[in-house]
């Protein structure tokens, strides 16, 4: 079982860079999230999504956007890379139908902005 | 957003002894999450209590939300290495079960 893919795991990016961070996952999930991950810290709420076509901005929007064109994929964009995006992000992806509210997550993807 | 601070921020303790962590709001929480993230992974979850006064018990973890549903606690007997991590608490807000996490306590257990 792949449950929720993350790609890449490392980067580095330039001030400046822009990238887009893939998440992927197999469980026929409605709901996806982005967090991030700064050092040593919980995990921040960047953007989530409760279906294919519907986005919103969770705690932390700013330099960043998503798209959710399908129930599988859900890619974050960083524009313009700022040293303050520096950080681990982390995608998931829940099923509405589970008892629990168990949520997925991915491994991560290290992002290092210089 | 709901604010969830946990105590202590780090705890190093030796194979064998107790411990308790903490997760404590101002608010009061519909439900509550407990996870352990290791290195280079994400957060895995424990267990979620949603009775006030509940208590679960998996292995030698015992998790105790707050009778008020404002705090909740983690008490690992005889602890191992493979204890080590970060341990999150996390309360989930709205119809999407947006996670508001806590800001971590940070265990390492040694031989």
């Known amino acids: 079982n792949a449950g929720v893919t993350q790609t890449p795991k490392f980067r580095i990016l330039k001030i400046g860079q822009s990238m887009t961070l893939q998440c992927a996952q197999d469980m026929n999930h409605n709901y996806m999230y982005w967090y991030r991950q700064d050092p040593g810290m919980g995990l921040k709420l960047i953007y989530y999504?409760?279906?294919?076509?519907?986005?919103d901005k969770g705690e932390v929007p700013n330099g960043y956007n998503v798209s959710r064109s399908t129930t599988e994929d859900f890619p974050l964009r960083l524009e313009l890379a700022a040293p303050s995006q520096t950080s681990v992000y982390f995608c998931?992806?829940?099923?509405?139908?589970?008892?629990?509210?168990?949520?997925?997550f991915g491994e991560g993807s290290w992002l290092t902005v210089v | 957003t709901q604010l969830l601070e946990q105590s202590p921020q780090f705890l190093s303790i030796q194979e064998g002894e107790n411990l308790t962590v903490y997760c404590n709001s101002s608010s009061v929480f519909s439900s509550l999450q407990w996870y352990r993230q290791e290195p280079g992974e994400g957060p895995v979850l424990l267990v979620t209590?949603?009775?006030?006064?509940e208590v679960k018990k998996l292995k030698r973890l015992t998790f105790q939300f707050g009778d008020a549903r404002k705090d909740s606690s983690l008490h690992i007997t005889a602890a191992q290495p493979g204890d080590t991590g970060l341990y999150l608490c996390a309360s989930a807000t709205g119809t999407a079960s947006k996670l508001t996490f806590g800001t971590g306590t940070r265990l390492q257990v040694t031989l």
């Open positions: 209590v949603v009775t006030g006064g």
């Open positions: 998931a992806s829940r099923s509405p139908a589970l008892s629990g509210n168990t949520i997925y």
């Open positions: 999504s409760v279906g294919a076509g519907i986005t």
